[in-house]
């Protein structure tokens, strides 16, 4: 019997509300990119002068209360320069999430941190990742977070923390790179890397480490087995126990199989919280391999599901157009005089802005991917918007779903759907309590059944025309 909190979603992602089905199938739907992805909703100016650069989505977007605006954090990387000032940190706002403006007024506001070791004197090379979250329980420093730093035996994860988002302190190392390493299904791993960052699951008072993990050399088809590990932590500021890490749980097959092909790398992941389980974006990297939804050397996203944040798996459906588990595809490879969303896409760490009835994502793309000279190569493109329905990564489209035996809070039932779909309240020896029969098109149809006396069943069917995507309880 499965208990649910009142008021969240309950989404068919994966197989866990289905205990019995006949005639399913569901459909993975893709945010819808605005203008067709062919034009940054943000790019940079002339921040590097006439040397080729990209603005990515390696950072997270807040909600600032004290401001009242949203606040981006966007890395900045010019590939043919060498030095600290390779990448760099920008911070943009807005009022509403859509319209964006460079720092507070306009003009362009980079964030800059003392990377100088207390200790030693010795100075780090670069940034890379950032990750941060506003923790309101925190009076004095509300923005708390992770950077990258590159730098030889300091290399690693670095605790920050800022009062007002603007300046901010580095403070310890929490994750050494590269310091943890584990032979696994014949393959020998090790990490984390560069591309780990983190996301706050506050109400339970932790957070989820994403953490990279790769081969030390190149195995087939010249693949690294870029791989995503998963852990829980209390403190960002403090020294994680690697050693928590037995297993990585997502590792690239490196061979065709289960959706994936030979060239596949899960170079980054990210992870929100939805309703009671956990989402996120899987980027796959491809060195090799020219697909119709993405260039070789180009990035696109996979949209993966967990229930306890440790365990994921692919979202394996189809979209639309009957190519499986892709959530956002690369346009084309320069496409748009170097403006298009084309090349190596990157993606913000909190996940999609549900802004009224919309979850609107913010995604970051070169226009040109990495197999291309210094000079060009990851550069043109800046950050993208595209827009998803409430609650609508996957649908049922055609059959009849049965749910296991839930306890139902009070306070009604909703349904997420396009009708017409008909919702049946099935008792424990599986007589119908009652049925009701949802038309039109509402992310909230208000669905009126008897009020159970203990746990009982939903029995879902979804006729022609018909979609549904969540219900909710309570």
């Known amino acids: 019997m499965l208990a649910h909190e009142p008021g969240a979603p309950q989404l068919f992602v994966d197989d866990h509300l289905i205990e019995r089905s006949r005639g399913l199938r569901r459909t993975l739907h893709r945010p819808v990119k605005d203008g067709g992805g062919l034009e940054p909703v943000i790019a940079l100016g002339d921040e590097y002068g006439d040397l080729g650069a990209t603005l990515e989505a390696n950072g997270t977007i807040v909600w600032d209360p004290r401001l009242e605006r949203w606040v981006m954090f966007a890395l900045a990387l010019a590939s043919a320069r060498r030095g600290p000032d390779r990448a760099r940190l920008y911070r943009f706002t ?62 690693g994860v670095y605790f920050v923390r800022s009062a007002d988002g603007r300046t901010w302190e580095r403070g310890r190392r929490v994750v050494a790179a590269e310091s943890r390493w584990l032979v696994q299904d014949g393959r020998v791993l090790h990490g984390p890397g560069d591309v780990t960052i983190f996301s706050p699951d506050l109400s339970r008072g932790r957070h989820l480490a994403l953490l990279k993990f790769f081969s030390p050399r190149p195995v087939e088809h010249r693949s690294r087995l870029r791989s995503r590990a998963f852990m829980w932590v ?30 596949d790398e899960y170079y980054a992941s990210t992870a929100w919280r939805y309703g009671e389980m ?9 060195r090799d391999g020219d697909y119709p939804h993405s260039a070789a ?41 170097g403006r ?28 040109l991917g990495k197999n ?57 020896a599986g007589e119908t309590l009652g049925t ?13 059944l008897p009020a159970p006396e203990g746990a009982a069943r939903l029995r879902f069917a979804v006729e022609p025309g018909g979609r549904l995507y969540s219900f909710t309880a309570g």
Do not use: M
């Open 340 to 367: 298009a969303d084309g090349g190596y896409l990157t993606e913000f760490s909190q996940g999609p802005l549900r802004i009224g009835d919309e979850l609107v994502h913010y995604y970051g793309c070169s226009s």
């Open 94 to 155: 807005s009022r509403d999430g859509i319209a964006w403006t460079k720092g507070a007024d306009g003009r362009p506001e980079q964030i800059v941190f003392d990377l100088t070791d207390p200790r030693t004197g010795a100075s780090a090379t670069g940034i890379d990742l950032f990750a941060c979250h506003y923790d309101a329980s925190e009076e004095r420093h509300p923005y708390r977070g992770w950077l990258y730093n590159w730098g030889g035996p300091l290399e």
């Open 278 to 286: 956990w989402l996120g974006g899987l980027k796959i990297w491809h």
């Open 234 to 263: 209390e403190h960002l500021d403090e020294p994680i126990d690697l050693d928590q890490i037995d297993r990585v749980d997502l590792v690239p097959p490196a061979a065709e199989v289960d959706g994936d092909r030979p060239h």
């Open 436 to 448: 009701s029969r949802v038309d039109g098109d509402s992310v909230r149809h208000a669905v009126r």
């Open 297 to 337: 050397g180009c990035a696109f996203l996979k949209l993966a599901s967990s229930r306890d944040g440790l365990c994921w798996e692919k979202v394996p459906f189809a979209g639309e157009d009957g190519v499986p588990e892709v959530w956002i595809p690369n346009g084309e490879e320069g496409g748009g005089g």
């Open 372 to 428: 291309h000279p210094a000079a060009t190569r990851l550069t043109g493109g800046g950050i993208y918007r595209a827009r998803l329905r409430l609650d609508g990564f996957v649908s049922v489209d055609a059959g009849t779903i049965e749910t296991p035996a839930l306890t139902l809070p009070g306070g009604g039932l909703r349904v997420n759907a396009v009708g017409p779909v008909t919702v049946e309240l099935v008792g424990a």
